[in-house]
């Protein structure tokens, strides 16, 4: 058996509750909980601990990161695709039909400004919505 010492701490009112608190629900000592923390807090690899457990954190973080960036290259490349074979696959308008075209075109891009503003209010994605249109049933399916 390990000899002991005695010592008296004045702990806060909040931190005597919570010390209470945690020692009833572990059902262990408060003196067991105290001494426990004591060591954890004085351990040379405390601070290894506290470093890795960080590194690991970070690293999911950096994982987050590159998969939004992953996934921000490829809608940037699908628009640009996009916008290519829309732009060489339309012919152009005749000259007296610019005027009309060129307002139609305001007008249409007003209301994409504001569909596009009202799904952005609403929490909406196009790909969320995409994704329940296929729905696991025709993946299923294509395989």
């Known amino acids: ?16 509750a919570r010390l209470a608190d945690y020692s009833a629900r572990a059902r262990v000592p408060q003196a067991q909980v105290v001494e426990a ?4 807090h004085l351990s040379p ?12 954190r970070l690293d999911r973080m950096s994982r987050a990161i590159e998969r939004m960036e992953r996934h921000t290259v490829i809608s940037n490349e699908a628009m640009g695709l996009f916008v290519r ?6 012919p152009p308008l005749p000259d007296a039909a610019q005027p009309a075209a060129q307002a139609k075109g305001r007008e249409r891009y007003e209301g994409f400004v504001e569909a596009l503003g009202r799904r952005l209010a609403n929490g909406q994605s196009l ?5 329940r249109d296929i729905g696991p049933e025709s993946s299923a399916g294509g395989t």
């Open 1 to 16: 058996m390990t000899a002991r010492g005695k010592y008296t701490f004045r702990l806060s009112t909040e931190l005597a």
């Open 37 to 40: 923390a004591i060591a954890s």
């Open 127 to 131: 790909a969320d919505e995409v994704s």
């Open 85 to 90: 074979f829309w732009l060489t696959s339309t």
């Open 45 to 56: 690899d405390a601070a290894d601990q506290l470093e890795a457990a960080l590194a690991r």
